[in-house]
């Protein structure tokens, strides 16, 4: 009878696990039967090969001790058993606890098949039981074993557990096809190849890192021959990696964490003084330091131009790197904002206010 | 992953967990999100795999009569009797979540967690990277006493939405991270209403009084359910303004010719409105055009703010 190629896959793992010593394809072929019933020859070293790499993908891992003449002049092959399989593990109840917590809360479209796969191997060889969903069990972790205390005090009148308040995401939905082959490549260290803003690019990954929410990956780009950083969302997937693991090493962490600069907003390098209604303007004061009447008044002595805030409003230094951004922010504000000086940037906002307030007449047309 | 290869996959945890006096069918499926007649199609196959020879022990014994009955017990495993090492997508999902529960956790296990990250997914420490908006330590803290001893908090906030700073008297209900960002859903005390805070924006929360009991409410809807049930708009812009695609996460964007036309959801018009007057020369159409005139009128009285203004000469 054929056997179905996931027993065959099965037979030959079975055969390389039980074997203390290597063994050469010829053996291999008496234990895995449907390799018996076929014809020696290039189609079947084919079928061979394609199974190992098979089984090496999953996790088993597979040594080679290369051809003797003592052999039949063949490589001959044996499972790790202590590579492939997954050690036993000891968690605290606590870390179990905790453990199951961030499985069930955290949620990534792209990996979430992922998470509930690593639970399942690692209940398999906990000594601890991993305690299964259950809404009561964040309590237990919010408190912790410090106090010994349940948190019974929480029970009556309604108040939500834990495992039921949270929810945890980590970034943005990635499709796992750029995803997945990206983590194998940052771990392997092997070359990345997939296109951005429609040109192909051959990445050697170093980091995925997110910020808010975003995805990004840094690495070196072998045509620019210089360090870039790709936002995953913008990746035209699949990704492909090419060539072998290990292919490149990771320069060190001050290297990396200047690449990752990119990701923040330049630094500030001009200062706009704006005036912003009381508790309004909060995105602009976020990045802004409250300026005294009395620094106020010792810029004004300098600078002729100056005008004067109305009543209720407060006046802010804003450090801004791009004018054309810092007038969009403060338009944004509307009549809670008042740009003081520098001229260029107050000529600017008036200039896209009164295009705003144009909209009143043309209805917002494409011009 | 080929048919096959995933089978055996799913097969190298199903054995194992069979094998210790077994698990239910249904469990097995649920952990491996696949169909129950799957888990039970995997395990008969397994029972023709083994050493040949046809002796005792050779072939991977499936109990068929617990099969029948729901339950998977696997008396021989033969070698596969643990489950295969993580894959870098297990370790990577692990950590991820891991990352993001530290990122929020109360000091007395944020320590826990850092064991089982280091635990769990060492091997990819340099190597994945996870910064959130989650406000700073103090305002998490305490949100996270005041949820657990359920008690008020005294805030001051910078929204957004409204662009103004506020200081409501809030009753902490849930606390959660999506897309990165750390949200806490509360009661306002003033106005009975429940409103979600980013924690980023909380300027400072105090511990207040304890709160009211409250029958209903807590489990209210989320951003997502919000932003299923909001309004949408739909803006055309030019490549420039682009961003506001990827910014705002569009319900649906595609270039036209040398625009962008750009779905939008819309939570609070507050926002909108802003956004549009940000976008300046960069938008081209809105459509309803509600929210642009609104968004014109606070232009003109921006205008007019600058015409009262006193010059010094």
Same mark, same amino acid.
């Given at each position: 009878? /054929? %056997?179905?190629?996931?027993?065959?896959?099965?037979?030959?793992?079975?055969?390389?696990?039980? @074997?203390?010593?290597?063994?050469?394809?010829?053996?291999?072929?008496?234990?895995?039967?449907?390799?018996?019933?076929?014809?020696?020859?290039?189609?079947?070293?084919?079928?061979?090969?394609?199974?190992?790499?098979?089984?090496?993908?999953? =996790?088993?891992?597979?040594?080679?001790?290369?051809?003797?003449?003592?052999?039949?002049?063949?490589?001959?092959?044996?499972?790790?058993?202590?590579?492939?399989?997954?050690?036993?593990?000891?968690?605290?109840?606590?870390?179990?606890?905790?453990?199951?917590?961030?499985?069930?809360?955290?949620?990534?479209?792209?990996?979430? #098949?992922?998470?509930?796969?690593?639970?399942?191997?690692?209940?398999?060889?906990?000594?601890?039981?991993?305690?299964?969903?259950?809404?009561?069990?964040?309590?237990?972790?919010?408190?912790?074993? @410090? &106090?010994?205390?349940?948190?019974?005090?929480?029970?009556?009148?309604?108040?939500?557990?834990?495992?039921?308040?949270?929810?945890?995401?980590?970034?943005?939905?990635?499709?796992? %096809?750029?995803?997945?082959?990206?983590?194998?490549?940052?771990?392997?260290?092997?070359?990345?190849?997939?296109?951005?803003?429609?040109?192909?690019?051959? $990445?050697?990954?170093?980091?995925?890192? &997110?910020?808010?929410?975003?995805?990004?990956?840094?690495?070196?780009?072998?045509?620019?021959?210089?360090?870039?950083?790709?936002?995953?969302?913008?990746?035209?997937?699949?990704?492909?990696?090419?060539?072998?693991? !290990?292919?490149?090493?990771?320069?060190?962490?001050?290297?990396?964490?200047?690449?990752?600069?990119?990701?923040?907003?330049?630094?500030?390098?001009?200062?706009?003084?704006?005036?912003?209604? !009381?508790?309004?303007? !909060?995105?602009?004061?976020?990045?802004?330091?409250?300026? @005294?009447?009395?620094?106020?008044?010792?810029?004004?002595?300098?600078?002729?131009?100056?005008?004067?805030?109305?009543?209720?409003?407060?006046?802010?230094?804003?450090?801004?790197?791009?004018?054309?951004?810092?007038?969009?922010?403060?338009?944004?504000?509307?009549?809670?904002?008042?740009?003081?000086?520098?001229?260029?940037?107050?000529?600017?906002?008036?200039?896209?206010?009164?295009?705003?307030?144009?909209?009143?007449?043309?209805?917002?047309?494409?011009? | 992953?080929?048919?096959?290869?995933?089978?055996?996959?799913?097969?190298?945890?199903?054995?194992?967990?069979?094998?210790?006096?077994?698990?239910?069918? $249904?469990?097995?499926?649920?952990?491996?999100?696949?169909?129950?007649?799957?888990?039970?199609?995997?395990?008969?196959?397994?029972?023709?795999?083994?050493?040949?020879?046809?002796?005792? =022990?050779?072939?991977?014994?499936?109990?068929?009569?617990?099969?029948?009955?729901?339950?998977?017990?696997?008396?021989?495993?033969?070698?596969?009797?643990?489950?295969?090492?993580?894959?870098?997508?297990?370790?990577?999902?692990?950590?991820?979540?891991?990352?993001?529960?530290?990122?929020?956790?109360?000091?007395?296990?944020?320590?826990?967690?850092?064991?089982?990250?280091?635990?769990?997914?060492?091997?990819?420490?340099?190597?994945?990277?996870?910064?959130?908006?989650?406000?700073?330590? /103090?305002?998490? %803290?305490?949100?996270?006493? /005041?949820?657990?001893?359920?008690?008020?908090?005294?805030?001051?906030?910078?929204?957004? !939405?409204?662009?103004?700073?506020?200081? +409501?008297?809030?009753?902490?209900?849930?606390?959660?991270?999506?897309?990165?960002?750390?949200?806490?859903? /509360?009661?306002?005390?003033?106005?009975? #209403?429940?409103?979600?805070?980013?924690?980023?924006?909380?300027?400072?929360?105090?511990?207040?009084?304890? @709160?009211?009991?409250?029958?209903?409410?807590?489990?209210?809807?989320?951003?997502?359910?919000?932003?299923?049930?909001?309004?949408?708009?739909?803006?055309?812009? &030019?490549?420039?303004?682009?961003?506001?695609?990827?910014?705002?996460?569009?319900?649906?964007?595609? +270039?036209?010719?040398?625009?962008?036309?750009?779905?939008?959801?819309?939570?609070?018009?507050?926002?909108?409105?802003?956004?549009?007057?940000?976008?300046?020369?960069?938008?081209?159409?809105?459509?309803?055009?509600?929210?642009?005139?609104?968004?014109?009128?606070?232009?003109?009285?921006?205008?007019?703010?600058?015409?009262?203004?006193?010059?010094?000469?």
């Amino acid at each position: 009878m /054929a %056997q179905s190629r996931t027993e065959r896959l099965v037979n030959l793992a079975i055969a390389l696990q039980q @074997s203390k010593r290597f063994l050469t394809f010829h053996e291999i072929r008496q234990m895995v039967s449907d390799y018996a019933d076929q014809e020696e020859g290039e189609a079947l070293d084919k079928t061979f090969d394609r199974d190992k790499e098979e089984l090496r993908r999953l =996790g088993f891992d597979i040594e080679v001790a290369a051809a003797t003449a003592g052999s039949d002049m063949r490589d001959a092959y044996r499972i790790s058993r202590d590579q492939s399989y997954l050690p036993a593990l000891d968690l605290t109840a606590q870390q179990a606890v905790l453990l199951n917590l961030a499985a069930t809360l955290w949620h990534d479209p792209s990996l979430d #098949q992922g998470m509930s796969w690593a639970l399942a191997k690692l209940d398999a060889v906990s000594r601890t039981e991993l305690p299964t969903a259950d809404p009561g069990l964040a309590e237990t972790a919010s408190t912790g074993d @410090s &106090t010994g205390e349940p948190a019974s005090e929480s029970a009556p009148g309604g108040n939500p557990p834990l495992a039921q308040s949270w929810a945890l995401a980590t970034g943005r939905a990635v499709d796992a %096809q750029v995803m997945e082959p990206l983590l194998q490549g940052l771990e392997q260290a092997q070359l990345a190849k997939f296109g951005y803003h429609g040109r192909p690019r051959q $990445l050697e990954p170093w980091r995925l890192a &997110t910020r808010a929410g975003a995805w990004y990956v840094l690495g070196y780009e072998r045509q620019a021959a210089a360090p870039r950083l790709y936002k995953l969302s913008r990746i035209e997937g699949p990704v492909r990696l090419a060539g072998p693991p !290990a292919a490149f090493s990771r320069p060190d962490d001050a290297l990396i964490e200047q690449g990752l600069r990119q990701i923040e907003p330049p630094a500030p390098r001009e200062t706009v003084f704006v005036a912003l209604r !009381a508790d309004a303007g !909060a995105a602009l004061r976020r990045a802004a330091r409250p300026v @005294s009447p009395e620094q106020l008044a010792d810029h004004r002595a300098d600078q002729p131009g100056w005008i004067t805030p109305p009543q209720g409003f407060a006046v802010w230094a804003l450090g801004y790197a791009r004018l054309d951004r810092v007038v969009s922010d403060i338009c944004a504000e509307g009549p809670d904002a008042l740009v003081l000086e520098p001229g260029p940037v107050r000529d600017g906002v008036i200039a896209q206010l009164r295009l705003v307030a144009s909209w009143k007449e043309h209805h917002v047309q494409v011009g | 992953m080929s048919k096959s290869v995933e089978q055996l996959a799913r097969l190298a945890i199903e054995l194992p967990l069979a094998a210790d006096g077994g698990v239910s069918v $249904l469990d097995l499926a649920q952990r491996l999100s696949v169909s129950p007649r799957q888990v039970v199609a995997d395990l008969k196959l397994a029972s023709y795999c083994g050493l040949p020879g046809g002796l005792p =022990g050779d072939l991977i014994e499936v109990d068929f009569d617990d099969l029948a009955n729901g339950w998977a017990s696997v008396h021989n495993p033969t070698q596969f009797d643990r489950p295969l090492a993580l894959t870098v997508g297990e370790t990577a999902a692990l950590r991820l979540a891991l990352m993001t529960l530290r990122q929020v956790s109360p000091d007395d296990q944020a320590e826990a967690v850092e064991g089982l990250i280091d635990l769990l997914s060492h091997r990819l420490a340099d190597i994945i990277e996870v910064r959130l908006s989650v406000g700073s330590d /103090a305002v998490r %803290q305490s949100i996270n006493q /005041a949820i657990s001893q359920r008690r008020g908090l005294a805030l001051v906030y910078n929204g957004l !939405a409204r662009g103004t700073t506020t200081r +409501p008297l809030v009753d902490p209900q849930r606390l959660w991270v999506e897309e990165g960002v750390a949200y806490l859903r /509360a009661r306002d005390r003033a106005s009975g #209403q429940a409103r979600t805070y980013r924690l980023d924006r909380i300027e400072q929360a105090e511990l207040a009084d304890s @709160s009211p009991e409250v029958e209903d409410g807590w489990g209210a809807d989320s951003w997502s359910d919000r932003l299923a049930a909001a309004d949408s708009v739909c803006l055309t812009v &030019t490549t420039a303004g682009a961003w506001v695609a990827e910014y705002y996460n569009a319900l649906d964007a595609r +270039p036209e010719g040398d625009h962008w036309r750009v779905i939008l959801p819309v939570v609070n018009h507050g926002w909108l409105q802003r956004l549009l007057a940000q976008l300046g020369p960069d938008l081209l159409s809105a459509e309803p055009p509600d929210d642009a005139l609104v968004a014109a009128d606070r232009a003109q009285a921006a205008l007019e703010l600058y015409g009262l203004a006193i010059h010094h000469s």
